[in-house]
């Protein structure tokens, strides 16, 4: 396989699971907001954008304003915008249109048709009454492609790499959505109970569609440390940073059992997932949780760039 | 206007009989509601939108992709035609292979005073590069599009020979699979030849052009300029249909006396390259210093025997349209046979008595420019208004070696599924030739290429063009 497919599928991946976790945090900030006035929704409309690190771009372009229609058209469709939903599917569709040979023919025409329903369905500013149906096409589209992707292609270096990307992206984009929220988080884990935060809780298990797992998991009881420990330690929820880490780890050792041996990353990995093995939330939170969830961003851009070193995947 | 002269419909003969060789799907058609029909039109077009078949414009709306529009009514030939068909068409490819060898090699056909020197040595097509060059398997042309016209019973010409880089074929493959989609009954009522195994045929004919130091499994690759040329589409078509992988420039360098990939266990070398990318821009060492779609030393490699490049380098000059009004007397020099597949009368501007018969009779002809394709920069006498001939002329006085002229034909005709129901449109054929040291290999069908607007004699698609599903019958 040539690098530089590598390189298109984890980045076809990369795009894909970025747009629709973008859809998602655009979701529920959404909710957030509807049960807010007019200056907290802004607020929770900024922290949105915060979240996806577009804070600058935005206000370059729109000042401080932070108005719900214009921050979610700004991170759909906006041309300003090289990082709206729109863009990162055609990234997505580029990146798989370049590497067409690596792809079953079913994963290519469900990605080319996400890009042209999404296209089509993002033509316009989306309105407050569409705004539901939108992002429900763009997790929809999303997921079409996860399904044909798991139903045809063969489980080989095309398919470990774009899982890689896959990943990469979903753990990087939990524990941002984790670190801006942490705040919240934190000054709570002595008293439990107001109902400003608990709406800020499920919002955040609502951003990476955690919600309901989490109820069954504990009961309806909604407390900070568990949710912490569900998002990040959790190895049975799909959007876990532990789940993301253990997903890496396969995929690399499909890739070391297919090329015959190991490399960097491998190395990289290794530590990583024996920390998360090693940590209990409590530890997590003595040596403070931003702190925890930085080092894991930084440990996971390090395992990233040396498989993109590892594997050629630049000239 | 259209004073267009009556001309051979393929479909019906003058009384309005339908021909032996449509006799099986006319009856079919007979069956079929012109509602459903348009359905399937409409559902044809968005499949091919979701397969993602599409060519990208050069020019206005840059980078837009469009479709090229597809009739359903199928252009039919019929096995007794076929087979004359294959016979003239490798004789033509054998003649082709053998001229490129000449000109590269001893010249002789220069020597016995057949075609002229000059258009040998001032065409920009000629590589002196690959003078001497022993090229392996001695194949120049691995892949050929000879592009026939109709204009009666038996009377096919060539209009072009393809031998640079034709393209084309995803969509003789594409538009059966549309076609066995849409309807698949009519395929159990009609015996169509298969095309489908054309990838596989295209594997095996490239693999056979390996070099020697090549391993019992040559690698294959497609080269391509990337996912903005026009053509890219049928780029990783082929490479995928073909299990080769699609190489850019970019992920080609040589290493140890070999043209390697950068694959992700590292460079891996490469022993056959389907190159999608002009000669100009394969080797910035040995042509254009500024290309970046090629392979910075190719040509050194290629000349050490460490490479097959299909086509070879070099072939273009045989596209040339004042070569090709050379063709008869080529095709007899080289295989002491008289041509099967007749040429279209061409006049050579450079000619002086050619340049003023052309000029008195502009109003008539049809003028190219000896090194043009793609239906750009031609004068089509009987549809041009009079300051469009005159502008012409001026052009054609000022350069004549540059254009050629030809009468323009009564180019044969095929129904398509137009609103009001089957209307006669013109149409040519491009059947897809294999090349190797094993043999000839031509796939039976081609692409059919078809002038939508009424009376229209261009095909091509940048100019409009559409195609259709071209079979041919089992015997």
Sequence with gaps: MLGRTANGAYWMARYLERAENTARLIEAGFRMALTRDASMAQEEWKSVITTLGQAKAYEAAYGPDYAGERVWNYLLRDKANPGSVLAQIEAARTNARSVRTALTREVWEAINEAWMVLKDALARPVREGALGQVLAAIRRQATQVRGTFDGTMLRNENYNFTRIGTFVERGDSTARI??????????????????????????????????????????????????????????????????????????????????????????????????????????????????????????????????????RFYA | MNHSPPCFDEMFAEDGSVRPAYAGYREWLHGQDAASLRRKGIEAESFFRKTGITFNVYGDNAGEERLIPFDMVPRIISAHEWRRLVKGIEQRVTALNAFLHDIYHRQEIVRAGRVPQRLIADNAAFLPQMLGMAVPGGVYTHIVGIDLVRTGPDEFMVLEDNARTPSGVSYMLENRETMMAMFPELFTKVKVRPVSDYPRRLAKSLAACAPACAGERPVVAVLTPGIYNSAYFEHAFLADQMGAELVEGSDLRVVDGRVAMRTTQGYQPIDVLYRRVDDDYLDPLSFNPASQLGVPGIMDIYRAGGITIANAPGTGIADDKAIYSFMPEIVEFYTGERPILANVPTWRCAEKDSLAYVLEHLAELVVKEVHGSGGYGMLIGPTSSKKEIADFAQKLRAKPDNYIAQPTL???????????????????????????????????GGLTRVALKQGSLVVNSSQGGGTKDSWVLED
């Design chain 1, 178 to 311: 984790l670190d801006v929220k942490y705040y919240v988080l934190l000054p709570s884990l002595a008293w439990v109970g107001s109902s400003l935060d608990n709406v800020q809780w499920e919002s955040v298990l609502r951003s990476v569609a955690g919600e309901r797992a989490y109820r069954w998991l504990n009961a309806g009881s909604i407390d900070p440390k568990g949710i912490a420990e569900f998002l990040l330690l959790d190895q049975r929820f799909p959007r876990s940073l532990h789940f993301c880490v253990d997903k890496l780890r396969s995929n690399l050792f499909g890739l070391a059992h297919e090329y015959g041996h190991e490399t960097e990353a491998h190395e990289l990995l290794r530590a990583l997932g024996t920390q998360f093995h090693h940590t209990s939330i409590e530890q997590v939170f003595e040596s403070g949780l931003h702190e925890f969830i930085q080092a894991f961003i930084k440990a996971n851009q390090q395992v990233a760039q040396a498989i993109e070193r590892d594997y």
């Design chain 2, 410 to 444: 009564a180019l044969s005709t095929v129904p398509i599924f137009a609103k009001s129901g089957l209307t006669p449109r013109h149409v040519d054929l491009r059947p897809f030739v294999l090349v190797s040291p094993k043999g000839i290999d031509i796939t039976p």
